[in-house]
């Protein structure tokens, strides 16, 4: 296993009285990078395009297939 590269960095001011810590957002990690090479894959170009289409299709299929459920026992004849 190789080392991880920490990104954080401590400075103390002159007066002693106030520390300060940043951490920036680790890009270089293997899994940040698999999530964004996938996240680029499905969100961009012409696959991109269909996930969303698809996405919306199967989200209009689930609010109607409720509201008829919901529709259906709310004027259900007694």
Request: with cysteine; glycine share 10%; net charge positive.
């Amino acid at each position: 296993m190789q080392p991880q590269e920490s990104s954080v960095h401590y400075s103390r001011w002159d007066g002693g009285s106030r520390d300060e810590v940043s951490v920036d957002p680790v890009a270089s990690t293997e899994e940040a990078s698999s999530c964004r090479r996938i996240s680029q894959k499905l969100c961009t170009g012409k696959l991109g395009i269909a996930v969303k289409v698809l996405g919306g299709v199967a989200l209009f299929w689930v609010i109607f297939i409720l509201g008829y459920v919901t529709g259906y026992y709310v004027h259900k004849c007694k």
